[in-house]
């Protein structure tokens, strides 16, 4: 399994904007689909956004469509969440996920441990 280390989270103000990024402990990380997941205190795990690949495909959340955008550098096993118009309700610890496939489920092979984002009002 490929190890995963996200970073970039903290506090913001809503409306303010925050940018994810998660590194990959391998080279074969262009072979994977990456996605990011995020859990708010006392809810379940849910999908925010993923990614193919080449980066040739992306899907999102309902949530969060239009306000964040999620990217990757294959040269530098780096995939990117940016995260714009943020609202209290984004608040929720960060993860990213590594995958054979892109999907809007929680079946990827390999997590993170997760990074801290919380919007103030």
């Known amino acids: 399994q490929v190890q995963l280390v996200e970073s970039g989270g903290g506090l913001v103000q809503a409306g303010g904007s925050l940018r994810l990024s998660c590194v990959a402990s391998?080279?074969?990380?262009?072979?994977?689909?990456m996605g990011w997941f995020r859990q708010a205190p006392g809810k379940e795990r849910n999908f925010v956004a993923a990614?193919?690949?080449?980066?040739?495909?992306?899907v999102y959340a309902d949530s969060v469509k239009g306000r964040f955008t999620i990217s990757r550098d294959n040269a530098k096993n780096t995939v990117y969440l940016q995260m714009n118009s943020l609202k209290p309700e984004d608040t929720a610890v960060y993860y990213c996920?590594?995958?054979?496939?892109?999907?809007?489920?929680?079946?990827?092979?390999?997590w993170g441990p997760g990074t801290q984002v919380t919007v103030s009002t």
């Open positions: 990614i193919t690949w080449s980066g040739g495909s992306a």
């Open positions: 996920a590594a995958g054979r496939r892109m999907t809007t489920t929680n079946s990827y092979d390999s």
């Open positions: 391998e080279r074969t990380f262009r072979t994977y689909a």
